[in-house]
């Protein structure tokens, strides 16, 4: 067997402004790990650094992962995937003698700044979900906090408030990339130099991930009853949360590592060896990995995925799987890393904003309103049926994608509000969404990543895709038959 790796972990390490090295608070009772983002036991850059400080400190480690109803497109489908996570969650670290405390706070928003006004009006300490909340309690006591680093969403924004409110020192860890996103040290604009810098280190970071166990084995007084959900209590607790109850479950994927590496061995065993062929048929789902939702959740790690690939051949096959699972993958992630831009049009390349502003006067084809796209009420049963996988599935095969954000662009007046659109949707009922990729992905709807080509109407020398191009490369009637 191949030995564990563990290279450039300073890379990986973000510290508190201003901070030089890391420096315990004395007197902790535990180092405290806080999973917001990589929903694993294993893999775990982040885990392995809370357990390295524990050790050193003769204190144990302590698990805190919370689950709130008021983060931005909450709902039965994403509380639903994280909840089966945490089934596999208790379990992995209980085999490794880890305390883990899951926390469920039921509350949407608007209770939650409801009785932080009437604690306030009252003179009364802070609810829980205001400035003591479990998570704050916990830090508090803790000698350090580790956390998990993601750089977009709610997580860098997260972060920042629990350093504003605890004395305890907060590092956060990479464990998203196979190569630290900070290691790169710039924006990569095109994929040919981010293949470039990745290939020349990737024997050096692929490698599988040490998995140590803490020696400190001691349990942690806590200030709450700490969840552990059934499967079948999932569906009741949901129930009872303050979030979107009209966006369901995924029918057919279901979240945690179990189902992720079910998922990564089905690929291996009947997709990668027609993966470079058939991976644009969508009519051909078992062609592609699937493993979009499970990299997002931090099911699986990219390690695990990429070797398990490599491994199971063949070697053509293989090289092309690499090359869009980890260069289009991590070049996402170095965008968000290094452009705080990236949620706006400033983050579109300045060429290609110039284009689609000089274009926003052409006449477009059609104009749909908000609600109308995403309930897939336009006039296209392709971009319909495409719209539907999301409403129903949660997923959709990422050449669909690439059309789907194409002909909103020509349904939109202007690039801002395109990508205000883009994002409400994918964001809302992608089980993928709210990642670098998905950021990435819209980002390259309006030329990020890309090259100029010929001058269009609307696009001007933006890349355009046609739907009814769609009918020359896969079985486009028996694609809507099944949505």
Request: net charge positive; proline share 8%.
């Amino acid at each position: 067997m191949a030995p564990t790796h563990a290279p450039h972990l300073d890379a990986r390490r973000f510290l508190p402004p201003g901070a030089d090295g890391i420096v315990p608070r004395p007197g902790g009772e535990f180092v405290l790990y806080w999973m917001q983002a990589t929903f694993r036991a294993h893999d775990n850059f982040a885990l392995n650094e809370a357990i390295a400080h524990a050790d050193a400190l003769g204190v144990p480690v302590l698990v805190y992962h919370g689950l709130r109803a008021d983060y931005p497109w909450a709902s039965d489908r994403l509380h639903t995937f994280i909840l089966e996570s945490v089934v596999d969650l208790a379990a992995g670290f209980a085999e490794k003698g880890i305390q883990y405390a899951f926390h469920l706070d039921r509350r949407g928003a608007g209770e939650v700044a409801a009785d932080a006004a009437r604690a306030k009006a009252r003179g009364a300490p802070p609810p829980p979900g205001a400035s003591q909340s479990p998570l704050v309690q916990l830090a508090d006591r803790a000698a350090l906090v580790v956390t998990d680093y993601l750089p977009t969403f709610i997580h860098p924004r997260q972060t920042r408030r629990l350093r504003e409110r605890t004395a305890t020192p907060v590092v956060a860890v990479d464990s998203a990339c196979l190569v630290p996103m900070a290691a790169h040290q710039k924006e990569h604009l095109a994929a040919r130099g981010m293949r470039t810098a990745l290939l020349k280190v990737l024997d050096h970071h692929l490698w599988p991930v040490a998995n140590p166990e803490p020696r400190v084995r001691r349990a942690v007084a806590l200030p709450f009853e700490p969840l552990v959900p059934s499967p079948e209590a999932i569906p009741a607790l949901v129930a009872g949360c303050a979030i979107d109850h009209a966006v369901p479950p995924a029918r057919a994927i279901r979240g945690g590592t179990r189902a992720a590496r079910a998922r990564l061995a089905r690929f291996l065993e009947a997709g990668l060896h027609r993966y470079a062929d058939e991976r644009s048929d969508p009519n051909e789902p078992e062609a592609v990995s699937g493993l979009s939702p499970y990299l997002h959740f931090g099911n699986v790690s990219i390690h695990e995925v990429l070797l398990a690939a490599r491994a199971a051949g063949p070697a053509a096959q293989y090289d092309k799987f690499q090359d869009e699972a980890l260069v289009w993958r991590e070049i996402s992630h170095n965008f968000c890393h290094w452009n705080p831009r990236h949620r706006t049009v400033e983050g579109i390349p300045a060429w290609a904003r110039e284009q689609l502003q000089r274009h926003e006067a052409d006449p477009r084809p059609a104009l749909y309103t908000d609600e109308e796209l995403e309930h897939a009420r336009t006039d296209d049963p392709l971009w319909n049926a495409c719209q539907r996988a999301y409403l129903v599935d949660g997923y959709m095969h990422n050449y669909l994608r690439m059309l789907w954000g194409k002909a909103v662009l020509a349904w939109t007046p202007d690039a801002a509000s395109c990508l205000r659109i883009l994002e409400h949707l994918n964001n809302k009922y992608a089980l993928d969404g709210r990642d670098a990729n998905s950021y990435g992905g819209i980002h390259w709807t309006f030329g990020k990543f890309d090259r100029p080509f010929y001058r269009r109407p609307i696009y001007g020398t933006v890349r355009y895709q046609s739907l009814r191009a769609a009918e020359g490369k896969f079985d486009v009637r028996r694609y809507i038959a099944g949505k």
